[in-house]
Structures are given as structure tokens and as C-alpha cells.
């Protein structure tokens, strides 16, 4: 039998990187898989890979976007795990960023994860069911340039662990992962610029950038009954660099 005979598992962003990953990873292990993006060609070719998976576009930042989806997991009888992995990034210093791109970081990131999590969460109590979400290891400190994303991702890492402590009474864990420099479409970027991928590389002990089923796999272990006492984490994925203190190599 596999972990996730039986269970329904939503999991939003989805159409690529970690929560494509995700999404398959969960499908080789028993579960019917809602996946819930934007793009619906994208999370076609990723359903294409799942069997039995549901397809539902739709913008998780919106409240109607989070009741389509919730409607089509309610649809299976009963809804078991909620991976709430949709995000985006926008850069620039408070002096450059624009309102609008503020908004739409904490619509998508952190009020959208609010909003999804509310929408099920009477069906998480009655299946004592879980949910995972996806902070960044810059939900755990700042970087450069980034404010608005370091905001809306500490704010997921708290939410996770306040959520986690409201919830234990009803059965019903909330823990999150806190993956590094990842290669996703988000991290492209990095990637396409040699210099500053070397300086990344020189910060992540493993020395190599993290894959979306590195990810991935920890979300399903965190989702899976292996974790049943484990509530309110903040798991880095981040091949050792919140190990390290920040300063170089002495040696």
C-alpha cells in the first residue's frame, strides 16, 4: 500500500519547479492529486504524468480562484493534504518597488495561503489531515533587494508555526519547508548569470543548487503519517546553509 492510498492532496503553484515536483510525487504514492495554477496547458503536461490528477486554473491569490479549487478537491469526498505552494518574487529596494508589485507579493504569497487554507480547513479537521506550505530560507532572514518577498515569506514561516499551535486540538499539523536557491523558473535568473551563481554556490555547503524533488520529497515526508509528531517546523531545504553563521571559511 502506498503512503497516500485513498487521500486527496491539493497542491497549489503546481504547474512547474517544486510544486509540479510535488504534485508527481505525491501521485506515485496513491494520492489523487488536485492541481491548481494559472496556466492550464502547464498543469495538463504535468497531470499528464499523474494518474486519475484534477486540473483546476485558477488564481489562488483571488478568492474566487481559491473556491474553484477548493470546490473540485471537495468534489472527491474529502480533502487530506493541502500543500500550499504558490509564489512569486518581485526585486527592488522599498524606494523602487512599486505598491502594485507589493500587493501582488502578499496577495499571492501570503493572503492567497490564508485564503486557501481557510477554504478547507473544515475538511482538513474531519479527515485529521495536514498542510505544507512553502516558505523560502528568505522567510528566515533578509536579502538584497528582495523586502517584499522576505516579508511575504516571514510571514509564512510564523503563520505556519502559529497556525500549527491553534490547530493541534483539532488533530490537524501545519509545518512548512524553507528551501534555498532552487532550479525553477523563479531562479533562472541566477542561474543565467555566472558570477552570481558561483557566489551562491560558495554559500550552500553541498555546493550545488537544490532540484524541485530535493523539495518535493520533504513535503511529502512532512504530509505522510512518518511525521505525525511533527507540528509548527520550518524545515530548511537548503543543502546546509542556515548551518553556517555567515562568515567565510577560516581555514
Do not use: C
Not at 541566477?190 to 520533504?218: C, Q, S
Amino acid at each position: 500500500m502506498a503512503r497516500f492510498d485513498g487521500k486527496t492532496v491539493i497542491v497549489t503553484g503546481a504547474s512547474s519547479g517544486i510544486g509540479a515536483a510535488t504534485a508527481r510525487v505525491f501521485g506515485a504514492q496513491g494520492a489523487t492529486v488536485v492541481l491548481a495554477a494559472r496556466s492550464e496547458d502547464k498543469l495538463n503536461a504535468v497531470a499528464a504524468d499523474i494518474p486519475g490528477a484534477i486540473v483546476v486554473a485558477a488564481d489562488v491569490g483571488t478568492d474566487e480562484g481559491v473556491a474553484r479549487v477548493a470546490e473540485a478537491a471537495r468534489g472527491t469526498g474529502r480533502i487530506d493534504v493541502l500543500v500550499n505552494n504558490a509564489g512569486v518574487a518581485h526585486a527592488g529596494r522599498i524606494d523602487a518597488l512599486s505598491p502594485d508589485d507589493w500587493d501582488h507579493t502578499m496577495e499571492v504569497n501570503l493572503s492567497g495561503l490564508y485564503r486557501m487554507t481557510r477554504a478547507v480547513w473544515n475538511d482538513l479537521v474531519s479527515a485529521t489531515g495536514n498542510v505544507v506550505n512553502t516558505s523560502s530560507v528568505s522567510g528566515l532572514g533578509g536579502d538584497w533587494g528582495m523586502f517584499a518577498y522576505n516579508a511575504s515569506k516571514g510571514g509564512v514561516s510564523n503563520l505556519t508555526r502559529a497556525l500549527a499551535l491553534d490547530a493541534a486540538q483539532t488533530g490537524v499539523r501545519v509545518n512548512a519547508v524553507a528551501p534555498s536557491m532552487t532550479r525553477t523558473d523563479m531562479a533562472s535568473g541566477i542561474e543565467d548569470n555566472a558570477a552570481l551563481y558561483d557566489k551562491f554556490m560558495e554559500r550552500i555547503p553541498l555546493g550545488r543548487p537544490g532540484e524541485p524533488e530535493d523539495v518535493a520529497d520533504v513535503i511529502a515526508f512532512l504530509a505522510s503519517d512518518e511525521a505525525r509528531f511533527v507540528n509548527g517546523v520550518v524545515m530548511p531545504v537548503d543543502g546546509g546553509l542556515s548551518a553556517s553563521n555567515g562568515q567565510p571559511p577560516l581555514g
